[in-house]
């Protein structure tokens, strides 16, 4: 059974930083494309930023410069560092895994940004 787990949320003031990490347990996650996704309330869930097996990145305009995602298969974790954060990064943040048909995601990890 794959399963797939955030940490590191929490409140942060705009401008602040945080590094979310997501740890796939049940199988490698070199084999699987991962991705960063968020939402807000009232919101739908919008792709932060997407990586390949291979490192190649994929973000959201509104992330770029901002956000890096990175992964380290030897820790089976996937890590999105955020920095200069914005109130309106605020949101639960949800990691996926993703081969094939096989389609995983986390419960997600809450993010909010304020004074």
């Known amino acids: 059974q794959v399963q797939v787990v955030e940490s590191g949320g929490g409140l942060v003031q705009p401008g602040g930083s945080l590094r979310l990490s997501c740890i796939v347990s049940g199988s490698s996650s070199s084999s699987y494309a991962m991705g960063w996704y968020r939402q807000a309330p009232g919101n739908q869930r919008e792709l932060v930023a997407t990586i390949t097996t291979g490192s190649s990145t994929n973000y959201a305009e509104s992330v770029k410069g901002r956000f890096t995602i990175t992964r380290d298969d030897a820790k089976n974790t996937v890590y999105l560092q955020m920095n200069s954060l914005k109130p309106e990064d605020a949101a639960r943040y949800y990691c996926?895994?993703?081969?094939?048909?096989?389609?995983?995601w986390g419960k997600g990890t809450l993010v909010t940004v304020s004074a």
């Open positions: 996926n895994a993703r081969r094939s048909i096989l389609n995983y």
